[in-house]
């Protein structure tokens, strides 16, 4: 624990080399204050999809876990990054066969705002929307948002604070910690090679609101693990009264 402690606080110290004295001794209080604090978690949690449909998702006891924690304050969309998190999530699901969840906490403004940016980011994880802010309550997390975002060992303490999507050397910490090398995570970042099974499929005639579904196949051809970040339809085509559609896949 002390050598992790003394690596979190060189990698922060040289991260801010440009900020001015009270800063670093500030950052250097916040990670002394927090690393191996237990995070008190809120009885009867509820877990949504796109903030509306409820899930059936349970805190876990795995070895590693992320909490990240979103207050009403400033620009949402800024904060969340809900791209970034969807890219670092999927590849670490992909090196360590998912084990290790990724906890979020949502005190939000505007409920309806974060659930069109869940929708337009097609962020489908399970998140938890804390009207009252009984997270803070109950743990008083640092004002600055770049703290509210913690790596938690199996007893729920501490390990690593910061935001690993605003901070790379925080990433690196991340990653160092759960078992991630550079290498593997780098390996598992490039991309691939993807090739669908057909690239048009025709839906014939659909009326006006009509909703159709169709399923693309994907291959892998290349030597990297693939992963499905997100998709989208790229366009549709009338042709005599019938649609055509095609579908791109982000990897």
């Not at 606080?9 to 009270?22: I, N, Q, T």
């Not at 291959?219 to 693939?226: A, C, I, K, Q």
Request: with cysteine; glycine share 4%; hydrophobic share 35%.
């Amino acid at each position: 624990m002390k050598n992790t402690t003394l690596i979190l606080l060189s990698l922060f110290l040289v991260s801010c080399h440009s900020a001015d004295k009270k800063k670093k001794e500030e950052i250097t209080r916040l990670v002394t204050e927090w690393q191996g604090k237990e995070i008190v978690f809120p009885k009867d949690i509820i877990f949504t999809r796109f903030a509306t449909d409820t899930v059936d998702y349970q805190v876990s006891e795995s070895e590693y876990k992320v909490l990240i924690y979103v207050d009403s304050v400033g620009c949402t969309s800024c904060k969340l990054q809900l791209l970034k998190w969807k890219e670092l999530i999927a590849y670490t699901d992909s090196l360590t066969n998912g084990s290790v969840p990724f906890l979020f906490f949502f005190h939000p403004k505007d409920i309806r705002e974060l659930r069109y940016l869940f929708k337009i980011d097609e962020f489908d994880l399970p998140i938890c929307i804390d009207t009252e802010d009984e997270l803070i309550r109950l743990n008083r997390f640092p004002v600055n948002m770049t703290f509210q975002t913690f790596l938690l060992n199996r007893d729920n303490k501490v390990v690593v604070i910061g935001n690993p999507i605003h901070n790379l050397s925080v990433k690196d910490l991340y990653l160092k910690q759960i078992g991630i090398t550079n290498d593997q995570f780098a390996q598992g970042a490039q991309k691939t090679t993807a090739k669908a099974e057909v690239d048009e499929i025709d839906m014939g005639t659909i009326e006006k609101e009509e909703t159709k579904q169709v399923i693309f196949k994907i291959r892998n051809e290349g030597s990297n693990p693939l992963v499905i970040v997100g998709t989208s339809g790229s366009h549709v085509r009338q042709t005599t009264g019938r649609t055509r559609k095609s579908a791109n896949a982000n990897s």
